[in-house]
């Protein structure tokens, strides 16, 4: 029989973990592993709290203790999908939810988790597959309801995102993605006190949150054309993987260099000039337009954590 103190230390940090409290949840799993190192659960929730926190090296160890302890573990398994999603080793980790859905066929989570890994890989109708079957296992899940809202937003449905939205809103008013992706619908409809208010309770419940975040930066980028230029060439590139984001500065630059030359080939050092001109004030751009950026938001931020201290 397990030791009443772990029982009541793993279900504090279950309860923390729901709420937002990963700092709390992190000391409580601590003391479980203090009192037994060998606890699989307090390993892999421990892993889960690193993972929300962005350590993903430690995430990563304590997902392996937790494997090396319980290597079947559903626990186990689907915290190490969810880090080599974050690692973007997207064929390891759907290969670790399928194991998991066959251990569990009716587990929402390996439903959803295989989405995401879809989503990630572009197979759009597979990832509506799987989220309509997570729908179909827990039509209740405000978690499932988000996704599939966010799907639908992707698509530019935006009625039936709102629909999804509002329907997990009203099983959990206070559920982070539901919330963003509300923000992300009333941005695009061009309310934009709205859109804030819905990032600013997003940012409350949990000021770390990443998706909470983005949607502020979207706000802040749409209501100021001239770091809105730089943040949507940002989101674009990022989108693009590293890879393919290096190909489109070198392609660039090349091409600077070549109409700089011919230019000057021509006959035309003034246009040479103007190319020159026009590249050099690009790279300035890149360069300012993120501390502006940051220092903007990051001002805006502050206001929302007194606002809240109150």
């Not at 689907?78 to 997207?90: C, G, P, Q, T």
């Not at 066959?102 to 929402?108: A, I, L, T």
């Not at 309509?132 to 996704?147: F, G, I, N, Q, V």
């Not at 709102?162 to 008013?173: D, G, K, Q, T, V």
Request: charge should be negative; proline fraction near 4%.
């Amino acid at each position: 029989m397990e030791d009443p103190q772990i029982q009541l230390w793993m279900e504090t940090a279950r309860r923390q973990m729901a709420t937002g409290q990963l700092s709390g949840a992190i000391e409580s799993l601590r003391g479980v592993l203090t009192l037994d190192p060998d606890h699989a659960d307090a390993h892999a929730l421990l892993a889960a709290c690193l993972l929300d926190r962005r350590r993903l090296s430690a995430a990563e160890y304590e997902a392996g203790r937790a494997m090396a302890i319980e290597p079947e573990s559903p626990l186990a398994l689907s915290v190490s999908a969810r880090i080599l999603i974050a690692r973007r080793k997207f064929k390891e980790a759907e290969r670790q939810l399928e194991t998991l859905r066959e251990m569990q066929p009716d587990s929402e989570f390996a439903w959803r988790a295989l989405a995401e890994v879809y989503g990630l890989t572009h197979r759009r109708d597979e990832q509506l597959q799987a989220l309509e079957r997570a729908r179909e296992l827990d039509p209740e899940d405000p978690e499932t309801l988000a996704d599939l809202g966010r799907w639908h937003l992707h698509r530019g449905d935006l009625g039936q995102a709102e629909r999804l939205a509002r329907e997990a809103l009203e099983l959990s008013p206070e559920h982070e993605e539901a919330l963003v992706l509300m923000g992300h619908i009333l941005l695009r409809r061009g309310d934009v006190e709205a859109a804030r208010d819905h990032a600013v309770w997003a940012l409350r419940n949990d000021p770390s949150s990443r998706a909470a975040l983005h949607l502020m930066a979207s706000i802040k980028a749409r209501t100021n054309f001239f770091l809105g230029l730089w943040w949507r060439w940002s989101t674009w590139m990022g989108g693009l993987g590293d890879g393919r984001s290096i190909l489109v500065l070198l392609a660039a630059y090349v091409i600077y260099r070549v109409s700089a030359i011919a230019a000057g080939q021509y006959g035309r050092p003034d246009w040479a000039g103007l190319i020159s001109m026009l590249w050099f004030a690009f790279v300035a751009y890149t360069w300012i337009s993120p501390v502006l950026f940051r220092r903007s938001l990051q001002k805006e931020l502050a206001e929302i954590r007194l606002d809240r201290s109150f």
